[in-house]
């Protein structure tokens, strides 16, 4: 009988790579993969808890679902990711057909729990968070056809920032083995992928020791960096105040590695830097993009940032605006704080008003627009390496993106035979999120 799977994935790339993981694990069960729910057998919905925003997209999907399987008695319905982790028991009470709710430290037992669901009619809650990080459940020629991919090489996160319900969620850091890694970066060059982004919560304490070796992250990047068909390598996250001069060093040194990192700063203000307990000042911040720029002058800096932590003044927010008029960021995630349940920050008082969050984060983004626009401009009769990664949602051209992550836009007639390859274009133009270019031969 063909059964067919349907996964909904919400949140960062680690659900991504995760909800992956499962399709996998899924596939290797002789199940089928299906992009509508509608078909679906089995249901899963890997969701994301880090804002209320995206809490709320998971609890609406999963009434939806909820109404389907009503029509689809036989459908199996899962939560899992972060929103299960956190609220698995009272998901399971509100939606009474959920078959199981399963935290992201558990997503290995993924086939005992569907089989215990289906043959025993089960409901499942599995939110140990102890549990070592999977290893993936190999699918041959799953990657078949994707040009980027991610490899988590470490689970969970020790640093308890004050408004993060992440170490809640998916646990105490865990890096895995390098020699998993390493097979599993072979695996997916061997599929055809050209890059792989390392992913971890905090990538720059990626640590794995035995009697006779001792790995950090730079060593790490660099034995993954050298391997062969690999054309570009990236990672994400790390934070700042563990941002190690070798690592900083890498980019001066590892080929593959892109001109590109993303480094969240979340606030401006030495006073709401230290309420978050983020460990490090903006003047620390602003030394280590310059420490960067000095080894890699072309380098794209993105970050994350929010607007309207407890307490947060006129003055505070000015400081962040400071940072990123001196920083001029390629680009920036911007957020506006929510409390999440648990936290310490979810405790401090006194609360910014929503309007007042709504307007800080306007003017963020305005000046951001700007400055985003401004760079993308600045590429305008420039010639860059683009590394095609499949048709582009405009009709008739391709998409691709420059070693710094910046969209490329273009028109060929064979663009596929370019998918997977790295070709030279000249910008033409520039959009606010995308370039578009031409090809030189
Ligand atoms: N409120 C608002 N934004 C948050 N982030 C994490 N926790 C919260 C919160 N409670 C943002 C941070 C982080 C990104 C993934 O989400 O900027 O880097
Ligand atoms: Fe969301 Fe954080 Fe979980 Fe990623 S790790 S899905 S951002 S809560």
């Known amino acids: 009988m063909d059964r067919k799977f349907f996964i909904k994935t919400f949140g960062c790339q680690m659900n991504v790579y995760d909800s992956d993981y499962m399709a996998q694990c899924l596939i290797n069960m002789g199940w089928s993969s299906t992009n509508n729910p509608e078909e679906a057998d089995l249901v899963l919905v890997n969701t994301c808890t880090v804002r209320a925003k995206p809490e709320q997209k998971a609890s609406t999907t999963l009434g939806r679902l909820s109404r389907l399987k009503k029509k689809r008695p036989h459908m199996i319905l899962g939560v899992v990711g972060c929103l299960a982790q956190e609220k698995g028991e009272e998901l399971m009470e509100r939606f009474p057909l959920l078959d199981f709710a399963v935290g992201p430290r558990e997503i290995a037992q993924i086939k005992e729990t569907i089989t215990k669901a289906m043959e ?7 939110l140990d968070l102890d549990e070592p990080p999977p290893e993936p459940d190999n699918c041959p020629g799953y990657f078949q056809g994707r040009v980027t991919a991610f490899i988590s090489i470490m689970q969970g996160c020790n640093n308890f920032c004050s408004y993060c319900i992440v170490p809640y969620v998916r646990g105490r850091e865990a890096s895995r083995a390098p020699q998993q890694i390493l097979q599993e970066a072979r695996s997916l060059l061997r599929q055809g992928v050209r890059e792989i982004t390392l992913l971890g919560q905090n990538v720059n304490s990626y640590l794995w020791e035995s ?34 001069e070798g690592l900083i060093a890498s980019f001066g040194q590892i080929e593959t590695l892109c001109p590109h990192i993303h480094l969240p700063f979340q606030a401006g203000s030495n006073r709401v830097l230290e309420l978050m307990k983020r460990g490090y000042t903006k003047e620390d911040y602003i030394e280590l993009i310059e420490n ?48 999440r349940a648990g936290t310490l920050a979810a405790t401090m008082e006194p609360k910014v008003p929503e309007e007042e969050k709504a307007e800080r984060l306007k003017i963020l983004q305005e000046f951001q627009k700007q400055v985003t626009f401004e760079k993308n401009k600045r590429l305008i009769g420039k010639t860059v390496k683009v590394l095609v990664e499949g048709p582009s949602r405009r009709k008739g051209q391709y998409m691709g993106r420059t070693p710094t992550n910046k969209i490329v836009n273009f028109p060929a007639t064979e663009g596929n035979s370019l998918v997977g390859k790295e070709v030279t274009l000249k910008i033409k133009r520039a959009n606010l999120n995308s370039l578009i270019g031409s090809l030189l031969n």
Do not use: N
């Open 120 to 126: 025993k009619k089960e409901r499942v809650v599995a």
């Open 292 to 339: 960067l720029r000095s080894v890699r002058p072309e380098i794209a800096i993105t970050a994350d940032v929010m607007v309207g932590f407890p307490g947060e003044t006129d003055e505070d927010f000015h400081h962040t605006m400071d940072l990123i008029q001196q920083v001029e960021f390629d680009g920036l995630f911007s957020f506006k704080y929510s409390d």
């Open 211 to 244: 009697d006779k070796e001792r790995w950090d992250f730079p060593r790490l990047l660099r034995e993954v960096g050298g391997l062969p068909g690999l054309l570009r390598l990236r990672f994400t996250t790390s934070h700042p105040k563990d941002l190690s």
